[in-house]
């Protein structure tokens, strides 16, 4: 990563300070500010179809603790949450149950593929009569993390990453076209 | 009961079955037909007092099926297994379901898993599958994944 990105998604508060002599002003852009304070509060839905779902409570709780990064007011309704992680296998049956929950959500809305199930249908990929092969067959996802099940650490890092996709305020096309043009100019 | 006394004990009300006691549990084996005078006795004799039906299902051997019901005494803690063999092409059985009410929803499973018709049922139908799933039987050995299907 280069350092202008490790800059920006920094948890500092976007903008620049200009001194004058009787003190500082703060120049910015509201939708920084926006993304910033979205970032720093994604409330996730409490949704969690199987053993996944007992590492993100881990990740919850006070060992890991991740309302250090805004993530602690876990909602039990998707009309209060931002970020839905499916943690857990997603069968036929529970598939228009997730499909409904994501349409429930207000927008800006997310999604965490959580674990093999969730990313690919996992384990259960082959010879199988009840699992859907990946959740992204059903709703759009943001981040997914390999594991299975992913430990605490695994999630809070893809949590972050979804902060600084958010900071960014680009969709993911035109983050990878950035990144593309920043990797031809450092060659 | 011990497992040896509650063997000979039950070797002496019903003569039909016979015994396998290679694993944890004591295995009663017993044909379809004995089912229901033999499931009468375990649950109404007041020295066997099998109350409890905590466990039924089924096993595809492909040769065969058996059926097998886990029953326990919640007064004398003793448990038994009974294990029925059905004809894999017709396979039919008795519910128990009048005798431990718990089965209706096993026998559904069951019927839904496997296929196995239970004679005088309340209520056959599918339990957990969604419609249009009858006569699939995914739990079945020979049942293929119409999306991704690995055969060894």
């Not at chain 1, 926006?34 to 881990?58: D, H, K, Q, Y």
């Not at chain 1, 429930?104 to 997310?110: A, H």
């Not at chain 2, 019927?111 to 799933?133: A, K, Q, S, T």
């Amino acid at each position: 990563m280069t350092d202008k990105f490790q800059s920006e998604s920094s948890l500092a508060f976007p903008g620049e300070v200009h001194q004058t002599p009787s003190g500082g002003v703060l120049v910015s852009k509201l939708d920084d500010v926006i993304n910033w304070a979205r970032s720093n509060s994604l409330w996730p839905l409490v949704f969690g179809t199987s053993c996944c779902a007992i590492e993100m409570m881990s990740a919850a709780s006070a060992k890991y603790d991740w309302s250090r990064f805004g993530f602690e007011v876990a909602r039990a309704t998707p009309r209060q949450a931002d970020v839905i992680i499916i943690a857990g296998t997603i069968v036929n049956k529970m598939a228009p149950v997730l499909k409904r929950l994501y349409d429930q959500m207000g927008d800006p809305k997310y999604v965490i593929a959580m674990g093999a199930c969730a990313t690919s249908g996992g384990p259960f990929f082959y010879n199988t009569y009840s699992v859907v092969k990946g959740a992204d067959h059903v709703i759009p996802v943001d981040v997914y993390v390999a594991g299975c099940p992913p430990r605490p650490e695994a999630l809070i890092n893809a949590l972050m990453l979804l902060q600084q996709k958010i900071k960014k305020g680009l969709t993911r096309e035109q983050i990878r076209e950035e990144s593309k043009i920043e990797y031809q100019k450092a060659v | 009961m011990t497992k040896e006394e509650l063997k000979i004990k039950l070797t002496e009300l019903i003569p039909a079955a016979t015994f396998d006691e290679s694993g944890e549990w004591l295995n009663m084996i017993l044909t379809p037909a004995d089912l229901l005078i033999a499931t009468e006795i375990l649950r109404n004799k007041p020295e066997l007092n099998f109350d409890y039906l905590f466990c039924q299902t089924c096993v595809d051997w492909k040769t065969h099926l058996t059926i097998v019901y886990h029953l326990d005494s919640t007064r004398y803690r003793h448990q038994v297994v009974v294990k029925v063999q059905l004809d894999r092409n017709k396979p039919e059985i008795e519910t128990v379901s009048h005798i431990w009410r718990t089965a209706e929803f096993h026998e559904r499973e069951v019927y839904e898993m496997f296929g196995v018709n239970f004679l005088n049922h309340p209520d056959l139908r599918l339990l957990i599958l969604p419609d249009g799933w009858e006569g699939k039987n995914p739990l079945r050995k020979d049942f293929e994944d119409p999306v991704n299907m690995i055969k060894l």
